[in-house]
């Protein structure tokens, strides 16, 4: 069975500066998906990256970057030139190709500061 | 395009009851699947609905169930419930393929008395 850890439950950042999230998976599979899904107070998750383990280049989205190392099973979320509206849940997701089941982590709170 | 939109988005039960849970998914998404989310737990996958088949289930007791209609609705249903299935349940529709995005609703909270 696939497992995805977060090792951060909470992170803060000052507005405006760079945070990085980290994720850990274990697999045994090599055609997968990672995702990182925001969660604000809302409760409704919302997408922020996505990338495909069989390319190597890093998936970016406008302020949000991953480094995603296949061999160390790292799927870290980067995001820059941080916004009070980033505060909320991240949570990273692993998903195969036998169906839509997402493997969540637990999760870490970001805050961010004014 | 309408979002994936869950019914109720609230409901209090009391232990032993039934409930039944909703999931409208976005116009052409024949996927569905459930999670619920609890402090304790995190987000857990229930289960999988695509072509009004369950595709994928996740490691709950038989209590939990669910089916899928032929216009891609879904209903989860909890029979005899328990303090501990008190949570935040959420449903996500997705298109079928490879890398497809989950797409989810607000969720339906649920507390058991």
């Known amino acids: 069975a696939q497992t995805v850890t977060q090792s951060q439950p909470e992170m803060s950042v000052q507005e405006a500066e760079t945070v990085t999230l980290s994720c850990t998976y274990d697999t045994s599979e090599s055609d997968y998906y990672l995702f990182w899904y925001k969660q604000p107070p809302s409760r409704q998750m919302i997408l922020v990256i996505r990338?495909?383990?069989?390319?190597?280049q890093n998936a970016t989205e406008n302020r949000f970057s991953v480094n995603f190392q296949k061999a160390a099973k790292s799927f870290s979320l980067k995001i820059s030139d941080s916004q009070l509206g980033d505060a909320a849940m991240y949570f990273c997701a692993y998903r195969n190709n036998a169906g839509n089941m997402l493997t969540f982590g637990g999760g870490t709170r970001l805050m961010v500061k004014p | 395009k309408a979002g994936v939109t869950q019914t109720p988005r609230y409901l209090i039960k009391t232990r032993g009851q039934q409930v039944t849970l909703s999931c409208s998914p976005i116009s052409g998404h024949r996927s569905v699947s459930w999670y619920q989310q609890t402090p304790g737990q995190g987000l857990q996958f229930l289960f999988e609905y695509f072509s009004e088949t369950q595709r994928n289930k996740g490691n709950f007791p038989g209590r939990f169930s669910g089916r899928q209609f032929s216009n891609s609705r879904s209903e989860m249903n909890v029979s005899t419930l328990e303090l501990g299935d008190s949570a935040l349940y959420l449903c996500?529709?997705?298109?079928?393929?490879?890398?497809?995005?989950?797409?989810f609703g607000q969720g339906t909270r649920l507390t058991v008395v």
């Open positions: 996500a529709s997705s298109l079928v393929g490879r890398g497809t995005e989950a797409f």
């Open positions: 990338q495909e383990a069989y390319k190597q």
